[in-house]
């Protein structure tokens, strides 16, 4: 058993939306192929992935680095102690070869793709769904039949109204969210207050509103949306400064009473614990961490942020995997996470769930296809599959 080859692809998302920060009509996403010898129905396994959203594609260092080292492994060492099957610890451990120690978000982002590629690889040849795998790994067997899922919306558009984002999140609700998620930086403090008034005024009994500042703020700013928002009653307000900016997290946190959601932008283990240690957030308050897996060196590595996170007494429904895709999805059922992003509609072929995806009461019904399910994706697959051929 060994992995025949490894391909990579650079995809524009082909997206005009913006936040507050950036908009994505320059952004690219790696998509990734790992091609192993084992076959089924007639086919060589093949493991997908692409690099989640926001961050642009980062081949260059996968051809260079990354998977050269995994090609020229011994294939037995790069199989899991029964050679049934492939070992994504030991080939996280190989692509690290000869890494120095900090600078995550350099390799962090190639890594975690190409990882979380070769674990799409290892459900398919298990012939099991990911989330089953990873719950018999990580949580004890405890297989999830659904999901709940809130709506990353409420973008910035040329010419866009408050009656066109009512018009937007309504189209939300009525496919079956309960949670919706809105942007918030891009205008003056009292227009994007009125944004929010004016999203939260429609909402029904028993739904949420969040909003996300997308690390805009410096502190006179932070603070002041702080304040201002704090007489809404929000899920949570996520983002609002670089997460790295501990000092003034903590400050945030001191003045703003709903709970804080940040770590989309963290890539490494060691930064998640400085963030839970220096930055003011609370399990108690029910401030929420969402580390992009497929951005920080992959689902094993995840593995050991939640551990970390176990031993800081954050619970596992306070986790909210960043990205709103197929692969999030599956991390957030396997692991028994508090729930995942969805992107229905936006990032071009890359937002979004299975074409056949049940949305009921802001829960979505898992797939028992095999492996993370890109294949029920068909606009998805295709590029995936042209990859591969």
Not at 270 to 289: M, S, Y
Not at 339 to 345: I, K, M
Not at 357 to 363: N, P, R, V
């Amino acid at each position: 058993m060994r992995i025949v080859d490894i391909r990579e692809t650079a995809i524009p998302l082909n997206s005009t939306l913006a936040n507050s920060s950036i908009d994505f009509s320059e952004m690219t996403t790696s998509v990734v192929a790992v091609i192993t010898d084992v076959m089924r129905n007639g086919k060589p396994v093949t493991g997908f992935a692409f690099n989640s959203t926001g961050r642009y594609a980062c081949g260059a260092q996968m051809r260079a680095r990354f998977i050269p080292r995994l090609l020229k492994a011994d294939a037995k060492s790069l199989l899991n102690a029964a050679g049934d099957n492939f070992a994504p610890e030991k080939i996280l451990a190989v692509m690290m070869r000869n890494e120095k120690s900090g600078g995550h978000s350099e390799r962090s982002v190639g890594i975690g793709t190409i990882e979380v590629a070769v674990w799409d690889a290892v459900a398919k040849i298990a012939e099991k769904p990911l989330h089953v795998v990873l719950a018999e790994r990580y949580n004890g067997g405890k297989i999830a039949a659904k999901v709940f899922c809130y709506v990353g919306a409420g973008w910035y558009a040329p010419g866009k109204t408050t009656r066109d984002l009512q018009d937007e999140m309504r189209r939300h609700l009525d496919a079956g969210y309960t949670m919706l998620k809105m942007k918030v930086g891009g205008m003056a403090l009292a227009s994007d207050l009125a944004r929010v008034e004016a999203v939260q005024s429609m909402l029904p009994k028993g739904g949420w509103l969040a909003v996300d500042a997308n690390s805009k703020f410096g502190r006179d700013e932070a603070l002041s949306y702080a304040r201002g928002l704090a007489p809404f009653a929000l899920r949570w307000f996520e983002e609002p400064c670089d997460p790295l900016d501990f000092a003034l997290l903590a400050e945030i946190a001191a003045v703003y009473e709903p709970p804080l959601s940040t770590g989309e932008n963290l890539f490494s283990t060691q930064d998640v614990e400085n963030l839970v240690r220096f930055g003011g957030l609370k399990p108690q308050r029910h401030d929420v961490i969402q580390v992009d897996p497929p951005q920080a060196y992959g689902i094993v590595q995840y593995a050991r942020t939640l551990d970390m996170l176990a031993r800081h007494q954050w619970p596992r429904s306070l986790m909210f995997p960043h990205g709103g895709n197929q692969m999030s999805l599956a991390i957030a059922a396997g692991f028994g996470l508090g729930g995942a992003e969805s992107y229905p509609g936006v990032f071009g072929d890359f937002g979004g769930f299975a074409d056949d995806a049940a949305l009921e009461g802001g829960y979505l019904t898992l797939s028992e296809r095999p492996g993370i399910g890109f294949e029920g994706q068909s606009r998805l697959y295709r590029i995936m599959h042209e990859l591969a051929a």
